[in-house]
């Protein structure tokens, strides 16, 4: 099987190399709504083939990360007992430059929800045109059992442990479902104490006083907004007149919220995990904090005032023009595909859309623009964060705006001329932009050895 020559470092002795076993992965085909993060993932890649004169041996190797590192993480507890944690680190694939992606720390996350997710960075990338491949990873454990000292601990004791497998130019992490940038700034610090020199590059997603970016938080929202503004354009759904309902009101749902309310459009229903509100006539999104600010906050607001609140399965299917859905993934399935009452969807979250409902939209007509081309403003920040870290330059957030602007709207216009000239779902566009970028990058390279 291929392998790209940068994955050929020697392992440190506490991790496990489990590129080699990737090929027992389950391949259900039947249960569509139970579908992991990876096997979507892998439907996803086989279908972009069928669009791509590519070989197979590289389509075959792009369904494997090239590595998973796991490792063992000791804890000692306030009260002095002493816990061990589960961590991960998959990354899929380093053709194009260093490994990208978030970390997770969750009492759900796995080995294949790592492998599947660090698939994904790897395209979302390569649809941006960012110089890195696909990474992801995180801890087994529930943040909110841990106190803010134990988290410190467990985060530097993480770091040592991946300390040979990340760095500026091998693997950057950046912040995902619990975790912070005050998570990133301890991985910093640790990584930068073991290598004697102060390393800002090794993490994206940190507080700007020690090198993180201006607008980095706000990012993928900013790029939902964007997208759906050139969508809704193209389609020709002025702003002015346009409906929305975004499902999750966190850092995604709540910035693409209140830029597309700003831009002229009507958000008539946002939601957090309890439920949602409803208002025909628009919600005054900016009064309401977000998840981060506080979080529950749609939850009280629905509990102050006499708007209309609905449950979450229901916000999906409103009638609106667009749909939203930041939240969480998998919540639109063959089960509530045909209610879904939009004509457009704009995939803020990762992975909303399950396999089978995106074939039952595409033949509704219902145009869905994914994820990786969607939230991808995350990543562009990153990157843009990235160069500041290397060229000890700051960048002002009216750059990082302007920069991001430009970035997602080549992206897009270069998603559009693909829909165009092959004729395909916008999913499809993304991955064939995606999978070129990857493939020719490995043709040039060759294998090693
Ligand atoms: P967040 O924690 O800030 O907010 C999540 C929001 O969704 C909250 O309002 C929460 O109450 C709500 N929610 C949680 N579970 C829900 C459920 N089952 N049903 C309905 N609502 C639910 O999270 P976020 O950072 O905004 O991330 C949201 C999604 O976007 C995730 O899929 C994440 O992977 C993806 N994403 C995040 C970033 C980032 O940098 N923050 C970048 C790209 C993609």
């Not at 197979?56 to 002095?80: M, Y």
């Not at 995604?252 to 409803?278: E, F, H, M, P, Q």
């Not at 506080?294 to 609106?320: F, G, H, K």
Request: glycine fraction near 8%; proline fraction near 5%; include cysteine.
């Amino acid at each position: 099987m291929a392998s790209n020559s940068q994955s050929t470092a020697s392992d440190e002795a506490h991790r496990t190399d489990r590129a080699a076993d990737a090929g027992s992965e389950r391949e259900s085909t039947a249960d569509h709504e139970s579908e992991t993060a990876l096997e979507t993932a892998r439907r996803q890649l086989e279908r972009a083939a069928t669009h791509v004169d590519v070989d197979e041996a590289a389509i075959e190797r792009l369904k494997h990360p090239a590595k998973v590192h796991e490792v063992t993480v000791p804890l000692q507890r306030d009260d002095g007992s002493v816990d061990v944690f589960t961590g991960y680190r998959a990354q899929h694939d380093s053709v194009r430059g260093p490994y990208k992606g978030g970390l997770r720390y969750h009492p759900g996350v796995t080995r294949d929800e790592c492998v599947g997710l660090s698939m994904w960075m790897t395209w979302k990338c390569a649809v941006m045109d960012l110089p890195f491949g696909g990474a992801k990873g995180g801890i087994v454990v529930d943040p909110k059992s841990l106190s803010e000292d134990e988290t410190e601990r467990l985060t530097r004791r993480f770091t040592q442990e991946l300390r040979h497998a990340i760095g500026p130019t091998k693997d950057i992490p950046a912040p995902d479902m619990g975790t912070d940038p005050e998570t990133m700034a301890w991985i910093m610090d640790a990584y930068s104490m073991q290598e004697g020199e102060t390393i800002p590059g090794v993490v994206t997603g940190k507080p700007p006083v020690i090198g993180g970016s201006y607008g980095r938080e706000e990012a993928p929202g900013r790029s939902v907004a964007i997208v759906t503004r050139e969508t809704c354009d193209y389609y020709d759904y002025p702003l002015s007149e346009t409906t929305v309902a975004v499902q999750g009101f966190g850092s995604v749902g709540a910035s693409a919220a209140r830029l597309l309310s700003k831009w002229g459009a009507t958000v008539v229903a946002v939601s957090d995990v309890n439920g949602g509100i409803y208002d025909p006539d628009g919600i005054d999104v900016a009064s309401i904090p977000s998840h981060d600010e506080e979080p529950e906050a749609v939850t009280q607001y629905a509990a102050e005032t006499d708007v209309t609140q609905i449950p979450n399965a229901d916000l999906l299917e409103l009638d609106v023009d667009v749909l939203v859905p930041a939240a969480v993934g998998n919540v639109i399935t063959a089960d509530n595909a045909d209610a879904i009452g939009a004509d457009i969807v704009i995939e803020g979250a990762n992975g909303p859309t399950t396999f089978a409902a995106d074939t039952i939209l595409e033949e509704r007509g219902v145009h869905v623009v994914p994820d990786i081309l969607a939230n991808a403003g995350g990543v562009t920040v990153s990157y843009f964060e990235w160069l500041q870290d290397i060229n000890r330059r700051k960048w002002s957030l009216e750059r990082v705006h302007d920069e991001l602007e430009s970035e997602m709207v080549r992206a897009w216009t270069e998603l559009r001329d693909e829909v165009e000239a092959r004729d395909v779902s916008w999913r499809d566009a993304a991955y064939v932009v995606a999978l070129s970028r990857v493939a020719d990058a490995h043709e040039a390279r060759g294998l090693w050895p």
